[in-house]
């Protein structure tokens, strides 16, 4: 992983991760992006598990991080492709292995959890790991500018 | 225009109104599916006419954008809190296909989804999604070939399911019946026990089974905006608890209950006991059940007034005296009946959508909002005068008087009614301020009958009534 990628990794307080649909589109979702160095994770609540569905069909999917004010003032851009794995074994704990990560960019989740009763299901998650494949940077974050392109695993197109 | 495609918890938009929410953002991120069959996405700033459902932008360099597939245009936003986390979350995305235009590319908006906790609440929006949730598990439970199903701590799951903190609802009155007999002369500290711990049976019974029935009647499925006070426990929606389950809890609670009528009825029974033991079941399970369903036919409020007002006060005050009734307990029970039936009342103002959806004609869902906060303001102002009349005419202590103290939170209440009527999550604060009003007009009214015992104790020939 390149390293400005990795830098804006662990300062996203928000990415866009894209799944395609059975008919072959594209549906994005805002998500918080968790880096530990080899996978990119994210979570989602059953509640909102399309994704996951999504992602069971079809595991190809790409996270970009654009949004300046979400990365702390930072301009630079970037999507990265790869390949989703679903990780649902136990969606009541499961995903709690990574909250040390979540809760460093998002402090209030660990009081959030200690009153799950409150919304249950909120707490019932499954975790999504990204393998990186494909790498696209923009410096500058202008898309005037062609894209480094650093790749990952093989080739992804 | 909007309208709820299927599946989805929050309206799909149409490209035009997608369109239009898309502009408000400072960028765009367009997104396709490669011919590798990963999206690519990147971030540019595009030109939105919402009129024309049509969104120009410059050609990203270096990318191969397809015209012969669907691409998508998302706005996402956040606001960072710094030691918090972020709030003020909305995204949008449409989606359509691309023309090459000159330089670059318009797309033509064919249709959009997307969400703004400012307009859809993130508990509704989770609320509208739990059909999402469900479905999961049985995907889940499907693969695997043994149920799989949400899960809470047995602590957290009783708490929830049934209901607990609202006990105080029968807490209240049941100890205000054995002080007045107290008051009186009587006072069996078993009898006591017996009284409140079967009440308190009766009153979960009526939580569980009042969550069954309106499970069955389809009006905890129709509520979309329940909060920590209305709306039901939810356990079953939420696959927490099965029907089935629930229901043996009910029926658990009321054997419980029963059995603790018996011996009531056997060691400190009387024909009035007899009589408000049934009155009071019949009124908790008829509460939802069919065939009376009162809450249904608009009677839910008096039966809730009844219930934990005059037939729990009473019941406790007869089991004490040995069927010896006496005005005072009745007039003392009145303004508790008042506050606690206004605890149902305000409850059911967010539940009223849900609620008119099932068919229970509720006060809030036959009558307007004006009509409603009129109705809080006679039945609280009921309450102290009441209060007050029973004290002048001599049925009640003086020092019962203690819960004027409470008018300044009923005008609290009443204040917050109008503001929040349309608004589930604002009016939460409401809600659980007229839970304290009920709550602390009780202790007040306890304070007072013990300043009577204590005063009674020490000064044995002291009159604290009128006249």
Request: hydrophobic share 45%.
């Amino acid at each position: 992983m390149p390293p400005p990628v990795e830098e804006l990794l662990e300062a996203a307080l928000v990415g866009e991760l894209t799944v395609v649909d059975r008919r072959g589109r594209p549906v994005t979702y805002p998500l918080i992006p968790l880096w530990d160095g080899v996978h990119v994770y994210l979570t989602s609540s059953t509640l909102f598990s399309r994704k996951l569905e999504h992602i069971g069909a079809n595991p190809r999917v790409a996270l970009s991080i654009t949004d300046p004010v979400a990365v702390g003032g930072r301009t630079d851009r970037a999507t990265i492709q790869g390949d989703a794995r679903v990780i649902d074994e136990d969606p009541h704990g499961g995903w709690e292995r990574l909250l040390p990560i979540w809760a460093a960019k998002e402090p209030a989740i660990v009081e959030f959890l200690k009153a799950r009763v409150a919304l249950p299901l909120f707490f019932e998650r499954a975790l999504i790991e990204i393998t990186p494949r494909r790498v696209l940077y923009w410096p500058d974050g202008d898309a005037a500018t062609a894209p480094q392109v650093t790749e990952l695993i093989g080739e992804a197109a | 225009m909007t309208s709820i495609a299927d599946g989805r918890s929050t309206p799909e938009l149409d490209a035009r109104a997608g369109l239009e929410k898309l502009a408000t953002y400072p960028h765009h991120i367009l997104t396709w599916v490669d011919d590798a069959g990963y999206p690519v996405s990147v971030a540019l700033e595009a030109d939105i006419d919402p009129i024309d459902r049509a969104a120009s932008f410059e050609a990203p360099a270096g990318l191969t954008v397809p015209l012969d597939r669907d691409v998508s245009l998302t706005g996402s936003h956040i606001r960072p809190q710094p030691g918090y986390g972020y709030d003020e979350r909305r995204h949008v995305t449409v989606w359509g296909r691309l023309t090459a235009a000159g330089d670059g590319y318009t797309l033509t908006g064919e249709r959009a989804w997307g969400w703004d906790e400012a307009e859809v609440p993130f508990f509704e929006y989770s609320e509208r999604s739990l059909p999402q949730s469900r479905r999961y598990f049985d995907a889940l439970s499907a693969e695997r070939g043994t149920p799989v199903k949400p899960r809470l701590s047995l602590g957290w799951l009783t708490l929830r399911a049934t209901r607990l903190p609202f006990l105080s609802a029968t807490v209240v009155p049941v100890l205000l019946g054995i002080a007045i007999a107290a008051t009186h002369g009587t006072f069996d500290p078993v009898a006591a026990i017996l009284t409140v711990v079967g009440a308190s049976f009766v009153h979960l019974g009526l939580n569980v089974a009042n969550d069954v029935f309106d499970t069955v009647q389809g009006a905890d499925d129709a509520n979309v905006t329940p909060t920590k006070f209305s709306g039901g426990s939810r356990v079953i929606q939420y696959g927490l608890l099965s029907l089935r389950r629930m229901a043996t809890i009910a029926t658990a609670f009321y054997l419980a209950a029963g059995a603790i009528g018996l011996v009531l009825l056997a060691f400190w029974g009387s024909p009035a006991l007899l009589v408000i033991g049934i009155a009071g079941f019949v009124v908790s399970l008829g509460y939802t059940a069919p065939p009376l369903k009162f809450v249904y036919r608009g009677l839910g409020e008096i039966a809730v007034a009844v219930g934990f007002g005059p037939l729990m006060l009473l019941g406790a005050y007869v089991v004490q005296t040995r069927g010896i009734l006496a005005w005072e307990p009745f007039v003392a029970s009145i303004p508790v009946a008042l506050f606690i039936a206004l605890i149902l009342y305000v409850n059911e103002i967010p539940d009223r959508r849900g609620d008119a959806h099932a068919g229970k004609r509720t006060l809030p869902v036959r009558y307007s909002r004006d009509a409603v906060i009129t109705g809080f303001n006679l039945a609280a102002g009921a309450a102290y005068v009441v209060l007050v009349v029973g004290v002048g005419v001599g049925l009640l202590p003086i020092p019962t008087l203690l819960m004027l103290l409470t008018v300044p939170l009923a005008l609290q209440v009443s204040r917050g009614l109008r503001p929040n009527y349309d608004n589930p999550y604002g009016l939460m604060a409401v809600m659980g301020d007229n839970v304290q009003l009920h709550l602390r007009a009780g202790i007040l009214l306890l304070v007072g009958y013990a300043i009577v015992l204590i005063l009674g104790a020490l000064a044995p020939g002291l009159d604290l009534f009128v006249g």
